[in-house]
């Protein structure tokens, strides 16, 4: 098959050749790949692009788009029947049809169809989409990935951006990790910028720091060009939601992305609720992912909630004396920063940011909304 994103090839030449196929020594556990897709099919057919090179063997892809209006879908479909027709990938019918399997959400549950196409494990690659009929955001549109991916009877399940290309040995060397970390549930790659100034080396998040104390986190070895400071596996206290590896026993513990957040700390709330009940997040530096990181972003709308959920993930996971002493480091030095840095670099953002800021101390009705959202998806457990 003729490569539909040929800008690839340019970007995989100018990368470090992998270093070589690792094998299993047993059935290589089955990976669902979860990609959410909204009004962005270019940067999605770029992912699956890069999919298409991993050497690792068994995965199912599925495709969530969260209610997309600028075709995405159809251009999906294209090129996923083209890869089709190439052997690369399978499609799963729809009721033993010739096409793309295509269930519709809407709140008041599930078609009966839907249920009766869930894969057999003994399949290696799949792709399936799951058409939504509205954006549910970061968090619930995943969820309804991921009870899909838990039905197919996946060993662990993969959230990947669709605003990322991967390493063909990307998904080998974190399967690898969840097999050599038995005490470990979460498990990321190193993720780059896929350009920063020309540069394809400079590293976007290495893992994370979390302090509870102050409210803050940290991407480690972030905007520092890679001089391999950061190669070593380790522990670390949340992995990005960009490309995040999660074994499907930590999902049936825990439970899923926390839909209050619909978008921006679901992924750190998710690693500190798999922290509190023993599973550790592991870096996994041999696995490269890169980022184009600004595909989501709509009218500073990331912006705004990043800062309201800031909030919401304190009250959520602080003690009331707790919550208190990060009100007080807030507002003695974060929110004058950030207002002085909305001032003077983007003022237009200002009156959103002290939006956000009261709506994540004082509404706290908001979670009820998705909490109905997510209650009406339920038969998919």
Request: net charge negative.
């Amino acid at each position: 098959m003729k490569s539909i994103s040929n800008p690839l090839k340019a970007f995989y030449d100018d990368c470090s050749a992998p270093t070589g196929t690792k094998t299993f020594e047993h059935e290589a556990p089955r990976v669902a790949i979860i990609i959410l897709n909204w009004n962005s099919w270019r940067d999605t057919l770029d992912c699956l692009e890069s999919l298409h090179r991993i050497n690792y063997p068994s995965y199912l892809i599925i495709i969530v788009d969260n209610g997309s209006t600028d075709g995405s879908l159809d251009k999906i479909r294209a090129y996923c029947e083209a890869a089709s027709s190439a052997g690369m990938i399978s499609i799963i019918p729809h009721h033993q049809e010739n096409h793309l399997a295509e269930p519709t959400y809407k709140q008041n549950g599930i078609t009966t169809e839907f249920k009766q196409i869930v894969p057999d494990k003994s399949d290696k690659r799949e792709i399936l989409i799951i058409r939504n009929d509205q954006n549910y955001g970061y968090a619930v549109g995943n969820n309804i990935g991921m009870r899909f991916a838990l039905k197919c009877r996946s060993d662990a399940v993969l959230l990947l951006n669709n605003d990322t290309v991967v390493d063909p040995e990307f998904l080998t060397e974190l399967v690898k990790a969840l097999q050599d970390q038995q005490s470990a549930g979460f498990f990321g790659p190193k993720v780059y910028y896929y350009e920063r100034n020309g540069r394809k080396d400079v590293i976007s998040h290495a893992g994370g720091v979390l302090n509870m104390l102050t409210g803050t986190c940290h991407p480690i070895g972030k905007d520092e060009v890679d001089a391999g400071k950061y190669d070593v596996v380790r522990e670390v206290d949340y992995i990005e939601g960009s490309c995040v590896l999660v074994r499907a026993e930590v999902i049936d513990q825990i439970g899923l992305l926390d839909p209050i957040f619909f978008a921006y700390w679901e992924d750190v709330d998710w690693s500190l609720r798999g922290s509190n009940e023993g599973w550790k997040s592991i870096y996994v530096p041999t696995a490269r992912v890169w980022h184009k990181t600004y595909a989501s972003d709509v009218a500073g709308m990331a912006f705004y909630r990043m800062v309201r959920n800031w909030f919401w993930f304190m009250r959520k996971h602080s003690s009331p004396i707790r919550y208190q002493i990060f009100l007080l480091y807030y507002f003695s030095w974060q929110f004058w920063l950030i207002s002085a840095s909305c001032v003077f670099y983007r003022r237009s953002s200002l009156r959103a940011f002290w939006r956000a800021v009261f709506e994540g101390i004082f509404r706290q009705s908001v979670g009820n909304q998705h909490e109905a959202m997510e209650s009406a998806l339920q038969p998919l457990v």
